[in-house]
């Protein structure tokens, strides 16, 4: 795993030459548990990332899930699909995507997988035009299993109403242990 330093200017680096790149930091391991604390690691999962970065939550997940578990991460930069394949080169459980999140249905087809348990996702939903954020909900909502989770974190506090509209019921907590310091998780249940 990339040190905290070389994280953080990869960040800087993507930030600032990728429009879709919403951080300039790595999410803090204060905001990755508050997120992933929604996870049931004790049981076989299928999680799916979007957005992973350079693989902080992916991380976490990868040292908390269960041997049969799969870790599907979709990230749509170069830069970081490099780093995320270096990282989990050598674990089975992790498939990593360069597509967008937009696609998940075929992605998931074309990786023979029905239904999701989790998808955690830290994509900068405030740079999606409303059409592309409700068609990318309701896609995610559809690719859930009956009592999945969607697990998102946001600068801004901006996705509690269209969560509600996809989803029946959702949890909103506030992480101030960040860079930027206004991280919102939320917990999004179909």
């Given at each position: 795993?990339p ?32 997120v ?94 409303p059409?592309t ?13 009956e ?10 506090n901006?996705?509690e ?30």
């Amino acid at each position: 795993m990339p040190s905290v330093l070389s994280g953080t200017l990869s960040y800087v680096k993507n930030f600032l030459k990728d429009q879709d790149v919403a951080a300039i930091a790595p999410s803090s391991s204060f905001l990755v548990r508050r997120v992933c604390k929604w996870i049931d690691f004790d049981e076989d999962q299928v999680i799916v990332e979007y957005g992973p970065g350079n693989g902080v939550f992916s991380e976490f997940m990868l040292d908390h899930m269960r041997p049969e578990s799969t870790l599907l991460l979709v990230e749509s930069n170069p830069d970081f699909v490099e780093t995320l394949e270096e990282m989990t080169r050598d674990d089975p459980r992790a498939v990593v995507v360069e597509d967008r999140a937009e696609h998940i249905v075929d992605i998931l087809d074309a990786h023979g997988i029905e239904e999701v348990d989790s998808i955690v996702s830290g994509i900068p939903f405030s740079f999606l035009d409303p059409d592309t954020k409700h068609n990318l909900l309701a896609r995610t909502r559809d690719v859930l299993a009956e009592d999945g989770k969607f697990l998102v974190y946001q600068n801004y506090n901006h996705m509690e109403a269209p969560l509600r509209d996809h989803f029946s019921e959702v949890t909103k907590e506030y992480e101030p242990r960040n860079i930027p310091p206004t991280m919102f998780a939320y917990e999004a249940r179909k």
